[in-house]
């Protein structure tokens, strides 16, 4: 089917105690493996292109194979910016066909991030498409674990989520809830009480970052306290490096790219599919599909009333 948006999907997600899984790829066969998977397991599904996966691959050669490949599959995919930290990113990544947004303004001040983060929510708007705004900070583990004091300094607190949601008009909101970005070992465990407290105050739905580091029974039990997004990355680039490596340190003469690319991929799909399943997304296609169809017929049949 015809990309769609992440706004039905996601507040159908957070009405409906489950939470999509938005994953991140940087070639071909990663975007083809979370389509295959989400197909398989009869789950919406999110592809993210980030800024550095744009300066990869390039934004217009993206959009169109997730297009392409979202048009084979029966369930909704969406083509979502991820991370767009450079105004022009975000201008790009829509001229270009993406079907979401995200602003990451969380390097601003809070008056700087909410003043650039309405400015392009308004642009979006205009174009259809919605915008993921960030609230706090989730900070970057790259360089290895945090400590409690530093993931700490970092948390989104209600009150600046209920603010800024109000100020700005994002869609959704990703918030610090004690995760972070590019963690190769799943050991965090998330802030439950702060995304209860989030959540009650905030009308929109929630997202989750830096997922790859969070132990799998925190990410349920954050689920059923309402984070409706869940970021993988660096899941998947394991899924897809390890199942490369093995391939090639144990056939040393294998030179034929189709060999260890579908080996990789095979992975990154059985990855995603396992994610998936966590979220309580599987078997959730139609009941958005249902959603996506009404509204685009009312849409069309301006102003009428809802047909069922
Ligand atoms: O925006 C992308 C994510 O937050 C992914 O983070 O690499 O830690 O899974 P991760
Ligand atoms: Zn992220």
Redesign the pocket.
């Given at each position: 089917m015809p990309l769609v948006t992440s706004k039905e999907m996601l507040v159908y997600a957070r009405e409906n105690g489950f939470a999509v899984g938005?994953f991140?790829a940087y070639n071909m066969e990663m975007v083809q493996a979370i389509i295959e998977a989400a197909e398989e397991e009869n789950a919406p599904v999110i592809v993210?292109i980030?800024e550095g996966a744009i300066a990869y691959g390039g934004e217009k050669s993206f959009a169109a194979l997730i297009k392409v490949l979202a048009e084979e599959v029966t369930v909704p995919v969406v083509c979502h910016l991820?991370?767009g930290v450079n105004f022009f990113t975000v201008i790009k990544a829509l001229k270009a066909g993406f079907t979401s947004l995200m602003f990451d303004g969380s390097s601003l001040t809070f008056e700087e991030n909410i003043e650039k983060t309405k400015k392009i929510a308004e642009i979006a708007h205009a174009a259809g498409i919605p915008l993921e705004g960030e609230i706090g900070k989730?900070p970057d583990a790259a360089k290895g674990p945090l400590s409690p004091e530093e993931v700490k300094k970092y948390l989104t607190t209600p009150e600046e989520a209920l603010e800024f949601y109000e100020k700005t008009g994002v869609d959704s909101l990703a918030i610090s809830v004690g995760?972070?970005?590019?963690?190769k070992v799943q050991s965090v465990q998330l802030d439950i009480d702060r995304i209860v407290r989030i959540k009650e105050k905030v009308k929109i739905p929630l997202v989750l970052?830096?997922?790859?580091?969070v132990m799998d029974e925190s990410l349920v039990q954050a689920v059923k306290a309402g984070i409706s997004k869940v970021?993988?990355?660096?899941?998947l680039?394991k899924a897809f490096t390890y199942a490369l490596r093995k391939e090639l340190s144990n056939n040393p003469d294998l030179v034929d790219v189709r060999k260890y690319g579908a080996t990789a991929r095979e992975n990154v799909k059985k990855t995603v599919k396992e994610k998936i399943q966590l979220l309580n997304a599987t078997n959730k296609a139609p009941d958005i599909l249902k959603i996506i169809n009404k509204r685009s017929f009312t849409r069309e049949n301006k102003g009428g009333a809802t047909i069922e």
């Open positions: 938005a991140n993210q980030s991820d991370h989730i995760s972070a970005h590019r963690m970052h830096g997922a790859s580091g970021n993988f990355a660096t899941e680039n």
